[in-house]
């Protein structure tokens, strides 16, 4: 990287940071989005020694809405992390721009462990999405703690949306492509590659809805107000449960044994219609390794608790393997994931 494009991301940070910090002074008064007091390192000193960490409370950012499928998995790991730690942890939900506001507004906090970012898939296709104007480098600006969650996706339906089966959807969409209406939850987030991948493998081009978060956009599918989405199965298992939704398939090789009657994309014929999210935690980079060790400590005893692996099993997910919930394992993984999805978004158009 120059010294020119580093200087220009800082600037641009920087005015991604001002105008965040008017949403959070809002937000800290009591606003739905947060659930505890905003943690930006100001009090309490910078990233020096990692002697005594920590020794208050840790804020972990939420890129989406309070209520989606990367809220629920923060709040899940949330509470055994913090007793692991010796410190509440509290959530906070920080939306906009396919969760590059939260991810800007981490990467210039404090260095000192404080301010925690829960991303997932879309950290990796923010890079192709937004080029230049990204005010952040994934794999430079931030410590990686380690990757949390792998979970499925589903396609569904709204209740009163005519088709009824995976090829019904398949016709219907390929019949109707210029009037059917499916709906994201922002540019680069899981629902909206889902969603690409579809057009791609249908051969049509569809006008999305974006949302910010799959939780509006959930609650616009069970209004009818959308046609279709992709979302993790930890937002669509109740619904699909409850009958609120149609289920067409879900997008992994395997059937989810929670949701054992949808079948996958793959039985369906449409092998290339496979994607799955992964969830990871992120610090700012320049925090120090003992800091970063206890974090990474704590998710890996958070992982193993009884409640957390219930829950998840429940929702069609999986803890990762330990060897993956640490700082090399999710480089990796965060490197591989630029690599696949950068010609695929580049190839698309998509743009933010």
């Not at 100001?42 to 920590?54: E, K, N």
């Not at 589903?154 to 009163?160: E, K």
């Not at 509006?216 to 959308?226: S, T």
């Not at 120090?288 to 890996?300: F, I, N, R, S």
Request: charged residues 15%.
């Amino acid at each position: 990287m120059t010294l020119d494009r580093s200087l220009d991301r800082r600037a641009r940070l920087g005015t991604v940071l001002a105008v965040t910090a008017l949403v959070l002074a809002a937000c800290t008064g009591g606003g739905a989005g947060s659930s505890g007091a905003g943690g930006d390192g100001a009090d309490g000193g910078g990233g020096g020694d990692a002697a005594g960490y920590p020794d208050r409370e840790i804020t972990f950012v939420v890129p989406f809405s309070e209520g989606g499928p990367t809220d629920t998995v923060t709040r899940l790991i949330a509470g055994p992390m913090g007793e692991a730690l010796g410190q509440q942890i509290v959530v906070q939900n920080v939306e906009g721009a396919g969760g590059t506001v939260a991810a800007g507004q981490v990467a210039q906090a404090e260095a000192d462990g404080y301010t925690v970012l829960m991303h997932h898939i879309g950290m990796s296709t923010a890079p192709a999405l937004y080029g230049e104007d990204l005010a952040y480098d994934p794999l430079e600006d931030f410590e990686m703690i380690g990757l949390v969650t792998e979970v499925p996706m589903t396609i569904i339906g709204a209740s009163d949306f005519e088709p009824n089966t995976m090829e019904e959807f398949v016709q219907y969409v390929t019949d109707n492509a210029d009037t059917v209406t499916p709906a994201h939850a922002g540019v680069g987030a899981a629902s909206h590659l889902c969603g690409l991948l579809i057009q791609d493998a249908l051969g049509v081009e569809l006008t999305f809805a974006p949302y910010e978060g799959t939780g509006p956009a959930m609650d616009d599918l069970l209004g009818g107000q959308v046609d279709f989405m992709c979302d993790q199965t930890t937002n669509t298992t109740s619904p699909i449960q409850a009958g609120s939704v149609k289920p067409y398939a879900v997008t992994t090789p395997e059937r989810v044994e929670s949701l054992s009657d949808v079948p996958t994309t793959e039985e369906e014929g449409y092998p290339e219609i496979q994607v799955g999210v992964w969830h990871g935690l992120y610090v700012p980079a320049g925090t120090p390794d003992g800091v970063v060790q206890a974090l990474t400590e704590a998710l890996q005893q958070a992982l193993t608790d009884q409640n957390v692996i219930d829950t998840l099993a429940g929702l069609g997910a999986t803890p990762v393997s330990e060897d993956q919930a640490t700082p090399d394992g999710h480089r990796q993984r965060l490197q591989e994931q630029i690599d696949l999805w950068t010609p695929i978004i580049e190839e698309s158009g998509a743009g933010a």
